[in-house]
């Protein structure tokens, strides 16, 4: 009996430590933001910066625990990295980041209570709020990683391991101007018991442009701009890119690329180590 109640116990505090753990971490992260948002910039301001996100790097191991992913380095740092709110790449998703040289591969991993409150934390630029259609979202693949916007051209029909439960990939293109090009960048994001895993590659697969989107693109910015409209020709042109895009997503599977893309959106995901 007393073994079963011992048991019994482990059961009820476990969650509640890890709970706990995670609330300390965003507890750390939210003071220091304060702290760093109202500093001085100078040089012992920016030795107490990388301090305080050695510090938040050693919290998110012990949250994450050891974690291998093949072709990256076994160590991983925050992936939050500018505790200044303002500055270009502030609030990206709380979790420890791996990169290859170059950025060409990279991963983040993070627990699903840290991921839920950072949707919460993202929810006024638009950033859906259950988890499902976070990852749906171009919205979600922009405000993860790096400083760059992010345009969602398709899914593509991954096989999700016995061990996840949920196990999404896009394909889209990144980048600081015009995002209407033939995608290249494949990420993945997959969750397995209280751990999410995220690995994008860019220039991951090539494809190319599909004529009859390129129709409707020349069709809709072709289209008179809404002269009450002080963002008229953003609106046009967002306007054109979502149309774009929705029509790549439903020609793709008919292209002669797509099974490529498939097949390595597959294999990044065996990257992860989901067992």
């Not at 991993?109 to 929810?123: C, F």
């Not at 749906?136 to 790096?146: C, E, G, L, M």
Request: proline share 5%; hydrophobic share 40%; charged share 25%.
């Amino acid at each position: 009996m007393r073994s079963l109640a011992l048991l019994c116990l482990l059961v009820v505090a476990t969650p509640a430590h890890a709970a706990s753990s995670d609330q300390h971490y965003l507890d750390l992260r939210d003071r220091y933001i304060a702290k760093f948002s109202k500093a001085p910039e100078n040089d012992e301001t920016y030795k107490q910066h990388d301090a305080a996100l050695a510090e938040m790097t050693g919290l998110l191991r012990s949250l994450v625990g050891p974690i291998t992913i093949k072709g990256l380095p076994t160590e991983g740092k925050s992936n939050v990295d500018t505790l200044y709110k303002g500055d270009s790449g502030f609030g990206h998703l709380d979790g420890l980041g791996f990169a290859s040289e170059g950025d060409k591969l990279q991963a983040v991993v993070t627990t699903t209570a840290l991921l839920k409150h950072w949707l919460g934390e993202q929810r006024e630029v638009g950033m859906p709020q259950e988890i499902g259609a976070a990852f749906k979202s171009d919205r979600f693949y922009y405000q993860a990683i790096q400083d760059s916007a992010f345009a969602k051209y398709a899914e593509l029909p991954i096989t999700k391991p016995a061990v996840a439960s949920v196990a999404v990939a896009v394909l889209g293109v990144r980048g600081n101007g015009d995002l209407k090009g033939p995608p290249h960048e494949i990420d993945v994001v997959a969750i397995q018991g209280d751990k999410v895993f995220f690995v994008a590659v860019s220039d991951a697969v090539k494809t190319a442009e599909i004529p009859t989107c390129e129709r409707v693109w020349k069709q809709m910015v072709a289209k008179p701009v809404n002269k009450k409209d002080p963002r008229g020709d953003m609106t046009r042109e967002d306007q054109a890119m979502d149309a774009y895009t929705a029509c790549f997503a439903k020609e793709a599977p008919g292209q002669s690329w797509y099974a490529t893309a498939v097949k390595k959106a597959q294999s990044q995901l065996d990257l992860l180590p989901l067992h």
